[in-house]
């Protein structure tokens, strides 16, 4: 059995078992599970869901992702919550095959002891075969829920929460196992800490730790929020977090850890003014931290400089809109600051005065400031029921500043983009849609040493479509035409000049035979040419041309009835990629490679055919397209040699025909089941 068929019968077992599992679960009866009574005659529900998807991805490359979750009540105390995770990538001609397998799994066991208290047991397991990592911990837990004393009778929410977990962890990577202890706790609490407020303030605290022998795993949360209506127009949110982590791992003969610690803030402003005009202000602030330590696992062992940086990021977006019954406006103004200080967090390696300040010199050199800055703008016009009229303008500019006179990545990128927009419905059946816009890029370094990167870019659109569907017959096409002009600023960098011209049509056609019958047909072109570009001249000579149709042509078949619909197709797709460059042809003796002028011909066709299914909660589609797979090769000597991809004559001399089935498998379903008392 071949490595393909391995894979269709893994993923086929793997859906049977994740149907037999749902299956098993749809008979269990429904219990409660919260701490709060129930409603009237009720029970909660039971759920179960699983998906899978399995595709082919390339020649010799499969991927899948499967899951199954699920909310079981065991009895009238007691549930069950659990969630299995498994993704793959499979290269039939990789050594090792596996270029991605991981495997996840959490299972969640609550028993509720009277109206406030709470015990149970978790079990998480995760894998990475690729990377070698393997972690699986069983915690044991206790929960409390009380109802706080309400400030006024509106009050139903007021309530405080908090858990407290222990158990162990098993970590295995690097060929290195650990065991240790993992402990934890949780507090989250609703409450009115003034009996004024109108709204309840949010608070959330949590942390874990793991002691994995010489390393330690910890994280921390405290999180709070709150809401306020100022009057009956104006909204103000605050909200503060503190978040902090701190992993550690192996690396060659110490342990490597890696603390984060950020502080934020959020303030959020919303004004309503009547219906004719919204204002919205959007505040954070976020001041970062991380730290790259290390330590020896003996004495002997060569170890790295500990380093870290702080940093600092504003972003604030104003946002304004106004609404006429006619006329629409629309302005955003965006400002985003970063701010990045590298350093020695000490001198663990015993450096010298002289070496030291060397090391903290270089660090320093990273150090960097970002400025963003965004304006936008759009006004819509009705001058008609049947046409509207939008334009709408972008500007940006990015400032980025570095202090060091080693980093010579000083620079500023500026971008304008003017779009203009009509869109018409000249008949019920037809509408029409026509975008115009241009943008022009700079991009400057401030220092001379990388002046030859400065360019500057100019593009323009065109974009046309349009929609007609008379009766059972519908035709959509799109037409997406853009130039662009890339041109360095020094004259002595025109060889870099270049041009792009890209081309994108679309044909979307469809006609209903019957009620259960539909015959479709799209066809989607794609061309792409790149040119060196003589921009005094205005010429270009051509470099690179790409040009890909897609013709897909097929018949539908649908049902419908009391338990779901489905569908069926058949048809027929072909796709050719023609790529027109230059080469490097490597002679059969000694000597220099010479320029070629190289036409790649792909195709790929075949019958396609593809099944959907929707049933309630169930959700399946499945195609295959059986593609035959053609490469040609062919060329024409040019003058003079060519360093980039180089072929060997028999290279280009071959042709390839194979046989490939590429398939799509996606299966979603929820079951879920109540019983009333």
Known sequence: MGPFARLLLVCFVGWLALRAGAAVAQDVQAAPVAVAPLAAGLQPDTLVGVSLRARRVGVSTFAQQSAAFGLLNLGARQTLRYRL?????????????????????????????????????????????????????????????????????????????????????????????????????ALTAIFRPLPGLAQPVSVRLSGTRTQLGPRTWERA????????????????????????????????????????????????????????????SDNTLLLPTRSFRYRR???????????????????????????????????????????????????????????????????????????TTLWQGELTWLPTPKQALSISTTAQLLRVNTPSEDNNQDRDEASHQLRLTLASRWHPTFRTSLALWGEYRQFVFIKAEQSAENYTDRLLHWEPGFTWAPGPFSWRAAYHLWVSYQVRDRPTEAARNRANRVLELEQHLSYQLTPRWLATADYQRRENRIGLLRWPQFTESPLDTTIVHDVSVGLRRGWSGLRGQSSLRAGYRFLEQRTHNRAALIPDEAGPSALIYLRTLTRQHGPELAYERRAGALSLTGSLWLQSLQNRYRYRPGQGTYAGASYTAEELRQR?????????????????RGKRL
């Open 85 to 185: 995770f498994s993704e793959w990538v499979y290269d039939t001609r990789g050594a090792p095959p596996f270029v991605l397998e991981n495997y996840h799994a959490d299972v969640l066991h609550l028993l509720r002891l009277g109206r406030s208290w709470q015990v149970g047991q978790q079990v998480r397991y995760d894998e990475s075969r690729a990377n070698h990592i393997r972690t699986a911990s069983w915690l044991a837990r206790v929960g409390w829920q009380h109802r706080l004393r309400p400030t006024n009778a509106a009050d139903t929410v007021s309530t405080l929460q908090a858990y407290l977990l222990g158990g162990l962890t098993h970590d295995l990577r690097n060929g290195i196992q650990d065991v240790g202890p993992t402990y934890g706790a």
């Open 297 to 371: 696992l003996s004495a002997a062992a060569d170890t790295l400089q500990n380093v870290g940086y702080e940093q600092y990021e504003v972003d604030t977006r104003q946002d304004l809109t106004l609404t006429r019954p006619k006329l629409q406006a629309h302005g955003v103004f965006g400002y985003h600051e970063r701010a990045r200080t590298y350093a020695l967090r000490d001198n663990n390696r015993n450096l010298s005065p002289t070496r030291l300040r060397t090391a903290t010199d270089r660090e320093r050199i990273k150090d960097v400031l970002e400025k």
């Open 656 to 672: 390839s025909d194979r046989l490939l089935p590429y398939f799509e498998l996606l299966l979603e379903w929820q079951v879920r």
């Open 221 to 280: 949360v405290a999180d709070s929020w709150y809401e306020h209506r100022l009057d009956e127009n104006a909204t103000a949110a605050l909200r503060l977090g503190y978040r902090r982590n701190r992993a550690e791992d192996y690396l060659a003969n110490n342990v490597q850890r890696i603390q984060s610690d950020t502080a934020a803030a959020q303030l959020t402003w919303a004004y309503q003014l009547g219906t004719q005009a919204a204002f919205r």
